[in-house]
């Protein structure tokens, strides 16, 4: 009986992986795929234990076909080189973090670019007197009221810089001019939550896939964003494909899980990426914000020489 429900549990998880069903006990069940799909090991074992053994191929299916989705996370895609930099993407959980320990971490990880979700006004006024604008002194910022503020840091001199109309929360995007690589075209998304309304969620994570096919084609992009999308998500993989790639994937990070951080649980799921197009990530790994309900990601991040 517990074998038998572990390996419908596995292919639960399976196909929660593939699904593109826009509604919501769907859409959040996806985000416990790879939990979901351990069950499979549990019921090979099981039914191995006592001798089923067509029942245990079958869960040796599942526990094969699960494997397949989750184990490219773990291999890295190789070495690069180039020039490189350091790159955050921090959620602040409004004006939550704390300001100090994440300039710490900027200065101390020598980050080049920082992209930040849920930023307020407060925020942006703690953060500077903290000392992050001696460090980033070019930004371009859209703060907002609780979650709806979004923003980017830099080191390097930003320009074109860009707000997208019709989504619940900002949108933004502007180009940094980095020494030895030329023009970078820099995003920082944050689309709603599926909790809020799956349709948006889903059409968000569409149209910001249109977005950055309409990203220049003759430089590097690096996207930071509170995703609110697993890699078992669907919709997320289908931005991160083409010319897209996650840089935990490209760096076989595994699974980097950020949230929440604020409960009596760990982390339990990762939907903070990063995106990158014609760059590669060496190295990403998660680093501990308090005061927020996300850990924040660092990425070493490649770009081809000019």
Not at 217 to 246: C, E, K, M, Q, W
């Amino acid at each position: 009986m517990v074998a038998g429900v572990a390996t419908l549990a596995g292919i639960a998880g399976v196909a929660l992986h593939f699904s593109r069903w826009d509604v919501e006990p769907v859409v959040l069940a996806a985000s416990a795929a790879p939990y979901l799909m351990c069950g499979a090991v549990v019921g090979a074992a099981g039914f191995a234990g006592i001798k089923q053994w067509v029942a245990a191929g079958v869960a040796g299916i599942v526990v094969a076909a699960g494997l397949a989705t989750q184990a490219p996370l773990y291999f890295a895609d190789g070495g690069r080189e180039g020039p490189a930099i350091m790159a955050m993407q921090a959620n602040l959980l409004f004006d939550g973090a704390d300001p100090v320990v994440l300039v710490n971490e900027v200065r101390a990880r020598d980050i080049a670019v920082l992209t930040v979700n849920e930023l307020t006004r407060p925020a942006v006024e703690d953060l500077g007197r903290a000392g992050l604008d001696a460090l980033l002194p070019y930004r371009y910022l859209a703060p907002g009221q609780t979650a709806s503020g979004t923003g980017i840091w830099s080191r390097y001199p930003l320009s074109d810089t860009v707000e997208y109309d019709g989504y619940v929360l900002n949108q933004i995007s502007a180009t940094a001019a980095v020494p030895e690589v030329g023009p970078v075209s820099v995003y920082a998304f944050h689309p709603v939550p599926p909790i809020y309304d799956t349709r948006v969620w889903a059409d968000e994570l569409s149209r910001l896939r249109q977005v950055l096919d309409g990203a220049p084609a003759d430089r590097p992009v690096l996207v930071g964003g509170d995703f609110n999308a697993t890699h078992d998500h669907a919709r997320y993989r289908a931005i991160a494909s083409g010319r897209y790639a996650d840089a935990a994937a490209q760096a076989g990070a595994g699974h980097l899980v950020t949230y929440p951080t604020d409960k009596s649980i760990p982390p339990l799921v990762g939907i903070d990426h990063f995106l990158l197009a014609d760059a590669h990530a060496t190295n990403v790994e998660t680093v501990d914000l308090p005061g927020a309900d996300h850990r924040a990601l660092v990425a070493r991040i490649v770009f081809p020489a000019r």
